[in-house]
């Protein structure tokens, strides 16, 4: 079996080398993303390490439940995200960005490419892992998404864990929080709060997965754009902008500016290019990504993977942090433009 080679993608302003011009390599059977990425001199090294440690533990955590005798696509997306919510690193679970209210409201959203089940939850506070409370939204209910304190409330009935708010809470985001505040308080009269911003809100996780029978899954996870006004839901719960997955077509999990991703329903038009327009993944998900958001400012990325392995993962931003194994368990981590 060749072993697989990520693609190697050029930031914005760079030459443009068109992911459809390098064939993608089977067999991935698990991508994962770590969200977008900052320049790599503002990372540290010891965060550098954790990041590609953290990722990696994501992915063999999704490859163990693949291996196993049944083990699905959906499993293994769960297993995966789950790992990198724990991980107070990206912005999702643990980790992840405030409000501008101080508060973490985090979204999460799960699909299986079978049956187009899907399941989400949007604006949760106390469930810990929000992809678990999402599989059950889909497993247990007749509905896809739930929101706010019913969802929280859906998820303690259901069993899941339940923590206390000040769980998410890590000094690193707290810090980002209260200098927003500053920079409002100091802007000029009649600037809105609620739109400060600490910079780019860096980390939202994802995963997508092919499983022995030929299934695909995709799941996303979040605390959402920082310093965001309570309420405000992105992409990643919405199906078909964040996470879409199909066995005709593909599997998209994104990441970036979801208000674009929403306008443009980025995870199903990448799936519809291919479903209707007869376009490989890798083609698919550049036109998207390049030709239709980066012309109007939506800054982002996906992985996207199709039923035959292939994978691919354009972002047209400085970096995305993102990795994938293949059937024979070889990893690929990739942080930057490498």
């Not at 993608?24 to 994962?32: E, K, M, Q, R, Y």
Request: proline letters at 4%.
């Amino acid at each position: 079996m060749r072993r697989f080679a990520l693609l190697t993608l050029l930031t914005v302003g760079a030459v443009r080398l068109a992911a459809a011009r390098e064939p993608s390599t089977p067999h991935v059977v698990l991508g994962i993303h770590g969200g977008l990425g900052p320049d790599r001199n503002e990372v540290s090294p010891a965060a550098e390490r954790q990041s590609r440690a953290d990722l990696e533990a994501a992915l063999r955590a999704g490859y163990a439940v693949l291996q196993r005798p049944g083990g699905t696509s959906l499993d293994a997306v769960e297993a995966a995200i789950r790992v990198l919510e724990d991980s107070p690193l990206f912005n999702a679970g643990k980790g992840a960005v405030f409000t501008s209210d101080g508060r973490n409201e985090l979204d999460a959203s799960i699909m299986e490419g079978k049956t187009l089940r899907a399941g989400a939850v949007a604006g949760v506070t106390t469930v810990k892992n929000p992809i678990t409370a999402a599989r059950a939204v889909m497993d247990q209910t007749k509905h896809v998404l739930l929101i706010g304190p019913a969802a929280d409330g859906f998820a303690k009935s259901a069993g899941l864990q339940i923590v206390e708010p000040a769980y998410f809470r890590t000094e690193e985001r707290w810090q980002q929080h209260l200098k927003a505040v500053e920079k409002a308080r100091q802007s000029p009269q009649g600037a809105d709060r609620h739109d400060a911003r600490a910079g780019h809100s860096w980390g939202t996780v994802g995963a997508v997965a092919l499983d022995k029978m030929g299934n695909l899954a995709a799941g996303t996870s979040t605390g959402g754009t920082s310093e965001k006004r309570p309420g405000r839901v992105g992409d990643s719960p919405i199906i078909g902008a964040g996470t879409y997955a199909d066995n005709a077509s593909c599997a998209v999990s994104a990441t970036g500016q979801g208000e674009f991703f929403i306008r443009y329903s980025v995870a199903h038009d990448i799936a519809a290019l291919m479903k209707y327009k007869g376009k490989t993944v890798a083609a698919a998900a550049e036109e998207v990504i390049l030709d239709k958001l980066k012309p109007v400012g939506g800054e982002g990325g996906v992985i996207a993977l199709d039923a035959q392995g292939n994978l691919t993962a354009p972002y047209n931003s400085g970096g995305m942090f993102r990795g994938s194994i293949t059937a024979d368990g070889q990893v690929r981590i990739r942080l930057f433009d490498e």
